[in-house]
């Protein structure tokens, strides 16, 4: 693991122990198993239709809340992240449920737990290719691990929301849209009895061209791309209505060549 995920990773397991680390304070996690569009918008949830008895793989799973949606849809289903606090509070969640939930704690570009060509859908949204400082490596394993004719469903805050200072009143941008940074903050400052500097932690921000990109060169042909939602989010600081919230991928690994074929 590289020094940029291990450092998010002690502040996410910090988060969570300090009990900020579940994003899922607006949300409840039993309700989203019984209601998968509690945590779905439309445009995604239609692609997880036939979902019952399929293997899908949710990478950066962090609260769960899409884990235990796609289970409630019938799914077989593995969840993947990087900190084990968030894993263990969800597995506590599914035994409750009475759902088999495969858990890993891995970091995303790096999935050897995992074995090529055995999930029918991975699907990774929310907020974490912002927490990964190689895009093209964690699409690729995304990929790696889905049959061929899978679906890849990436869905991501939109890449125009992250480039603005946390000003109340105003719209100021703090980092240019193709700074990919990493963009360091400390998370200790969040954190009750947290030592100052203890806990730096690490964004990286995409490009909407480079998440196209990284997609289809892991292998991939293009099914969808879509952007919707304009509406500001609770925890933002700056307004941000008006902008688009929300990047959807969706996309198929390609079918391996048959052999002897030109």
């Not at 969840?79 to 506590?92: F, G, M, N, R, T």
């Not at 074995?115 to 990964?132: C, E, K, L, P, S």
Request: hydrophobic share 40%; aromatic share 12%.
């Amino acid at each position: 693991m590289n020094e940029f995920h291990e450092a998010n990773r002690k502040g996410w397991n910090a988060a969570v122990r300090a009990g900020f680390g579940q994003v899922d304070n607006t949300k409840d996690w039993r309700e989203c198993y019984r209601d998968a569009s509690q945590i779905f918008n439309k445009n995604e949830l239609k692609w997880f239709s036939d979902a019952s008895g399929k293997k899908v793989c949710v990478l950066g799973s962090g609260d769960n809340l899409a884990v235990f949606a796609l289970a409630g849809l019938g799914a077989d289903v593995t969840s993947v992240d990087i900190s084990e606090e968030q894993l263990a509070i969800a597995h506590k969640r599914a035994s409750q449920l009475g759902v088999a939930v495969r858990f890993i704690r891995s970091d995303v570009t790096d999935l050897t737990d995992l074995n090529d060509d055995t999930y029918d859908i991975v699907y990774t949204g929310g907020h974490v290719a912002v927490w990964v400082s190689d895009l093209w490596q964690y699409y690729r394993e995304a990929v790696r691990i889905l049959k061929p004719g899978g679906l890849f469903v990436v869905n991501e805050y939109h890449p125009f929301r992250r480039i603005w200072k946390e000003t109340k009143n105003s719209l100021e941008i703090e980092f240019g849209y193709f700074n990919k940074g990493p963009h360091q903050w400390d998370r200790s400052e969040e954190i009750p009895d947290a030592e100052p500097g203890s806990l730096p932690s690490y964004e990286f921000h995409w490009t909407v061209s480079e998440y196209i990109t990284a997609v289809v060169d892991a292998g991939t042909n293009l099914l969808l791309l879509d952007e919707f939602g304009d509406k500001p989010q609770a925890w933002e600081v700056a307004s941000l209505g008006g902008l688009p919230e929300a990047l959807l991928i969706v996309s198929e690994k390609k079918e391996r060549p048959t052999k002897g074929a030109s």
